[in-house]
């Protein structure tokens, strides 16, 4: 089946830790991106992807980095500079230039303990 | 600043009840305007690509609506099982950035 995965569902992170989140998708897309969503609030961007080694900061980067060594694969390590790291995550990969929609995986639920 | 501005925040409805969401935006260049829905702790589910003002489309008791500054999503004769909550996003003209509003969540009571 064709889809986006991501991985732990959930993940728990002492302070001061880094943490990476997997999401991997078959759908042949090029472009990823990843999202952090807080309680009651809306997607914001945090990174997103285009092609193969190249990725573009979205709205709140900072304390976040990722890479993009394979299409398929879009990884994103929470960092210990992240202030507030608690959150929901979610993964969404996207045909290129068409205007196709976005296929969204089941999201991280990451919690600093 | 590119700005997606979703409206009410929060929708309660009885059931049979007919109302509308509101999504503006403010975006240099819109190439689409994607409706989605997502239930809680799960990932958006998709409804709608708009494209142009004027477009519209339905899906059985949802229909999205597209102007130059804002669409519409109009939730006709709502049932319990249509409570979730609507995120609305704007894809770039010139590059693939994807932004979403903060949402309207419905509920719908029977």
């Known amino acids: 089946d064709g889809g986006i995965t991501q991985s732990p569902k959930y993940l728990f992170r002492k302070e001061g830790q880094n943490v990476t989140l997997s999401c991997e998708q078959n759908?042949?897309?090029?472009?990823m991106y990843w999202y952090r969503q807080d309680p009651g609030q809306g997607l914001r961007l945090i990174y997103y992807?285009?092609?193969?080694?190249d990725f573009q900061k979205g709205d709140i980067a900072e304390g976040y980095s990722v890479s993009r060594e394979k299409k398929e694969s879009f990884p994103l390590t929470v960092t210990s500079a992240q202030k507030n790291p608690t959150a929901f995550y979610l993964c969404?990969?996207?045909?290129?230039w068409g205007t196709g929609e976005a296929f969204f995986g089941q999201g991280t639920r990451l919690t600093v303990v | 600043e590119d700005q997606v501005t979703q409206s009410p925040e929060a929708l309660r409805l009885q059931e049979g009840e007919s109302s509308s969401l509101n999504c503006s935006y403010t975006?240099?260049?819109?190439?689409?305007l994607f409706w989605y829905r997502q239930d809680p702790g799960k990932g958006p589910e998709f409804l709608f690509t708009?494209?142009?003002a004027g477009e519209e489309k339905e899906k059985e008791r949802l229909k999205a609506t597209l102007t130059k500054k804002e669409s519409f999503l109009h939730i006709t004769a709502p049932k319990p099982e249509d409570s979730a909550t609507y995120l609305c996003?704007?894809?770039?003209?010139?590059?693939?950035?994807?932004?979403f509003g903060a949402g309207t969540t419905v509920t719908v009571r029977a």
């Open positions: 708009l494209y142009s």
């Open positions: 759908l042949n897309h090029d472009a």
């Open positions: 975006v240099s260049g819109l190439r689409g």
């Open positions: 992807s285009q092609i193969v080694n």
């Open positions: 969404a990969s996207k045909e290129g």
């Open positions: 996003a704007v894809q770039h003209l010139n590059d693939y950035k994807l932004s």
